[in-house]
Structures are given as C-alpha cells and as structure tokens.
C-alpha cells in the first residue's frame, strides 16, 4: 500500500514564528487531508487537497501530486497551534474497477508553540 | 463539532467484559469508518462501511465486533479485550468510501483494558 512519511517529526517554535511541514506520499493520491489533533485526541480538518494550493487564515497547504509531496505552512505561530499535525493519504480505487477504501495517515509532526 | 458524535467518552472495562462503543454522523455520508490509535504508532484503519456493507476488514481480531444498522450509526463491539487493547479509537465518516471527499471524525473513545 501507499506510504507516508511526515516531517520533522518534532518542531519547537517561539510564537510568532513561521514554520513548514512537509508529507511525502508513494504514489498517486485520490485524497490527500491535513489534520490538527488537540491535546483531547479530536482530529480537526486541516485541508483537503489532493493538488494545488489553498489557504485558511494563518494556514496554507499545496500539494504538489506529481512529485508526491504536500506541504503545509503555519504562519505567525500561537500556542494554540500546538498539538499533532497529520497527514493522510488515499490512492485511487485499484487499477481493477475494485474499490481501495484505505486512508493511510502519516506518523505526525510534534508540535510545540512557546509563549 | 465535526458532525460525528462518540459515546463514551471514556471507558474503563475488565478483560472479562463486553461493553460496545457508538458512533453516530450527522452529515448524510455514505461511508463511516473505526480507526484504532495506540500510544506512538500511527492511526490504523479498522473497519470500512459503506452504505452499511462492510467493505474492509483490515486483520482485526475478532474480540473487535463491528456493526452498522444504518447509514448514520456504527458500533463497536467489544468483548476479551487484551491490555494491549487500549488506545483511542476514532470513528470518522465520509460521503463515500472512494477517497474523493475528506474524511471527518469524532472525538474518539479512550479506551483502558485492565
């Protein structure tokens, strides 16, 4: 199946800083979802965006699908962001017509925002 | 509120138990999932329905029971559980099961075999 690798696996920043965390997937993508997990386990809906670029607030993520890599910036950081940061991924259904329902979540980025 | 609801919460249970976990979406979605996450792995994938037809199964043992009335409602059912058991476990819908539309979930049940 497809894999996914995330990084940095851990990232501290002061707020107000900016960083960038990087996915890199196997192979072509259906689906390709950021998320932010609290410190409570709740998977929060970052973006869906299997190409292209799109942006939310402070957030932005671009996916570039022919290189098999998205990327997602966070921009003037607060201690809110801290948390989980995932990324999943979903290949097309299988080259036989059958279905391939599995979303194949990264090991995460560990973030950490001090005041 | 993502429109998935969990119950409980929180559960402690006995490995002698039997006790079932709920989920239920309020998104009109086709396809609802159980993801299991322990402590330092990634978030795997149980079990997959859509349009109330389990369509995957991924090597779950079969102290793990799952169970879809309707296309709104998925259960968990649980009995034998082992220690390594304990996780959270995220249940998460989606419009269908083909991966072109996002994946939403609840807010998990922490599960604790003891």
């Known amino acids: 199946g497809i894999q996914v690798e995330q990084s940095p696996p851990d990232l501290i920043l002061q707020e107000g800083a900016n960083s960038t965390l990087r996915c890199n997937f196997s192979d072509s993508v259906n689906n390709l979802q950021w998320f932010h997990q609290n410190p409570w386990g709740q998977l929060i809906n970052l973006f869906y965006?299997?190409?292209g670029t799109k942006q939310n607030g402070r957030l932005s993520a671009t996916t570039v699908a022919t290189e098999r890599y998205s990327l997602l910036y966070i921009s003037s950081s607060q201690t809110t962001d801290s948390g989980v940061y995932f990324c999943a991924a979903h290949p097309p259904p299988l080259n036989s017509g059958g279905s391939n329902y599995k979303l194949t979540f990264g090991k995460g980025t560990l973030l950490t925002v001090n005041p | 509120e993502t429109g998935v609801t969990q119950t409980p919460r929180h559960l402690v249970m006995g490995m002698t138990n039997k006790k079932s976990l709920k989920c239920e979406q309020h998104l009109g979605h086709n396809a609802m999932y159980w993801y299991k996450q322990s402590a330092k792995k990634p978030l795997e994938l149980m079990f997959v329905?859509?349009?109330?037809?389990?369509?995957e199964n991924n090597s779950v043992p079969s102290r793990f029971s799952p169970e879809c009335p309707n296309s709104s409602h998925l259960f968990l059912h649980l009995h034998t559980l082992q220690p390594e058991d304990s996780a959270l476990y995220l249940c998460?819908?989606?419009?269908?099961?083909?991966?072109?539309?996002?994946?939403?979930f609840g807010p998990g049940t922490r599960l604790t075999v003891t």
């Open positions: 965006i299997p190409s």
């Open positions: 329905y859509s349009l109330e037809e389990r369509v």
């Open positions: 998460a819908s989606s419009q269908d099961g083909q991966g072109r539309n996002e994946q939403y």
